[in-house]
C-alpha cells in the first residue's frame, strides 16, 4: 500500500468500507477537536501506521441524555466510522457503582445504558462499525492487569498532582504564588479523591486504544485525567499512548449570572424533552442580537443543526423578506446574522423546529418500539 498522503486507501471496518485519502481521514477525524500540538501530529500520522486504528468514547451511564451526548456524540462517532477506525463505546458502568449513583445498583445501571444505547440507535449511530463494551466486564477479565496499572500510575504520581486532577486552585497556588500548598493540609481531601484519578488512569490504558474520544457531558476533572494518562504514557516512554480528542462542548442555553442559574433545568435540551419543554427551552434561551461569539443558540446550530441537517433553515418575516432562507454554511449564517439579519428571535424559531425534527425521530421510536418503550419507563 503506498503511504504517501495522496495515497488513497480502501478500508474494511466491521462490514463498514470506505474509501479516503489518508488526508481526508486526517481531516475528518480532526474536526472533532484536538487537546495539542503533539497530538495533531500523532492524529496525522496515525492512518499511515495503521489501517483501522481502534477508538474507544467513553460514556457515563446517566437517564437524562444531554442532547451532545445524544446527538453530537453520535455524529462524531460516524464521522470516526467514516475515517476507518473501529469505534468502541465504552459504558462506564463499574465507576457508577462504585460512586454509588443509581444506589450503586449494578443492574439499574446497566439498564440506564442500555436506555442509553437504544438512543443512540435511533439517532442513527452507524451500528456496522461500532461496539459496545461494559466496564466491568474489561475489569472482571483482566483484575490483575488493571490493578497492577493502577498502582503503578499511584507509584510515579505524587499526592499533589492527583489533587490537580480535580482542583485547579492547588496547581495555581503553587505556579503563581509559590505558596508551600502542603497536599496533607487539606480537610477536605479525602482518599478516595487521590486515588480515583490513578483507577481512571488506569481503566483509560487498560484498553489499549489507539484514539479516545471523551463524551460530551465530561467535566474538567476528566480532562485533567486526560493529561495525567499522557503524562504518564511519555514518562513510562510506554508504546500505548492514546490520542485523546477533545470534542466541542454545547455551552448553557441561558445566561451565566453570579448565581451560576444552579438548579435551572433551561440550562440544556436533554433527548427526553418533550415538544413543549423543547419549545420553552430555546425560547429563554441567551441570544444576544447581532453578537455570534458566545451566543449558546448559534453553538447549537454551529454542533446540532449543521451537522445533522447540512444546512438551517430560518423562517424570514414573511412581509420583509417572502419566506424562509437557507444557509449552507456557517460562516454565512454568521456574518449576516451580525449584520442583523436573521433576528434572534428569528434564529430560535429556526433552532426550535430543527431540534424537533431531530427529536421527533427519537420520540416516535420510542412510543412504538416495545423494547424502547420499556427501557423509557424503566427510566
Not at 462524531?76 to 466510522?81: A, G, R
Not at 471523551?214 to 492514546?242: A, F, I, W
Not at 439579519?341 to 428569528?346: F, N
Request: net charge negative; hydrophobic share 40%.
Amino acid at each position: 500500500m503506498d503511504n504517501s498522503v495522496e495515497a488513497t486507501t480502501q478500508i474494511s471496518t466491521a462490514g463498514y468500507a470506505v474509501e479516503m485519502s489518508l488526508d481526508e481521514r486526517f481531516a475528518t477525524m480532526r474536526s472533532i477537536g484536538l487537546g495539542s500540538i503533539d497530538e495533531e501530529e500523532e492524529l496525522r500520522v496515525l492512518p499511515e501506521k495503521k489501517v483501522a486504528p481502534i477508538c474507544y468514547v467513553w460514556c457515563d451511564p446517566s437517564p437524562s441524555v444531554h442532547i451532545a451526548q445524544g446527538i453530537m456524540m453520535v455524529l462524531n462517532v460516524n464521522k470516526m466510522v467514516k475515517a476507518g477506525c473501529r469505534v468502541k463505546i465504552l459504558m462506564a458502568d463499574w465507576f457508577a457503582h462504585i460512586h454509588n449513583r443509581f444506589s450503586g445498583d449494578m443492574n439499574d445501571i446497566q439498564t440506564i445504558g442500555c436506555y442509553m444505547i437504544e438512543v443512540w440507535k435511533t439517532a442513527s449511530l452507524e451500528l456496522n462499525g461500532v461496539e459496545f463494551v461494559w466496564l466491568s466486564d474489561e475489569i472482571n477479565r483482566r483484575p490483575h492487569e488493571y490493578w497492577t496499572l493502577v498502582m503503578d500510575v499511584a507509584i510515579n504520581n505524587t499526592v499533589g498532582r492527583m489533587i490537580r486532577c480535580w482542583d485547579k486552585t492547588f496547581e495555581y497556588a503553587l505556579g503563581v504564588y509559590g505558596m508551600p500548598a502542603d497536599p496533607y493540609d487539606r480537610p477536605d481531601v479525602v482518599a478516595k479523591m487521590i486515588f480515583e484519578p490513578c483507577m481512571q488512569c488506569a481503566a483509560v490504558l487498560l484498553t489499549k486504544a489507539d484514539i479516545w474520544l471523551l463524551s460530551m457531558d465530561h467535566d474538567e476533572d476528566l480532562e485533567e485525567v486526560r493529561e495525567l494518562t499522557r503524562e504518564y504514557c511519555k514518562d513510562m516512554k510506554g508504546e500505548n499512548q492514546p490520542i485523546i480528542l477533545s470534542h466541542n462542548k454545547l455551552p448553557d442555553l441561558i445566561e451565566d449570572d453570579e448565581f451560576g442559574n444552579i438548579g435551572d433545568p433551561a440550562w440544556a435540551i436533554f433527548m427526553e424533552d418533550g415538544e413543549q419543554n423543547l419549545s420553552v427551552k430555546v425560547r429563554k434561551a441567551f441570544c444576544p442580537v447581532k453578537v455570534a461569539q458566545g451566543n449558546p443558540c448559534l453553538e447549537y446550530i454551529r454542533h446540532i443543526v449543521f451537522s445533522w441537517f447540512g444546512h438551517c433553515e430560518v423562517p424570514g418575516k414573511e412581509e420583509k423578506s417572502g419566506g424562509s432562507r437557507t444557509f449552507h454554511k456557517m460562516e454565512e449564517f454568521i456574518i449576516d446574522y451580525e449584520s442583523g439579519a436573521p433576528h434572534s428571535a428569528e434564529v430560535k424559531r429556526a433552532l426550535e423546529e430543527a431540534l424537533k425534527k431531530i427529536m421527533k425521530i427519537v420520540g416516535v421510536h420510542f412510543a412504538g418500539n416495545s423494547k424502547a418503550k420499556h427501557l423509557a419507563k424503566a427510566m
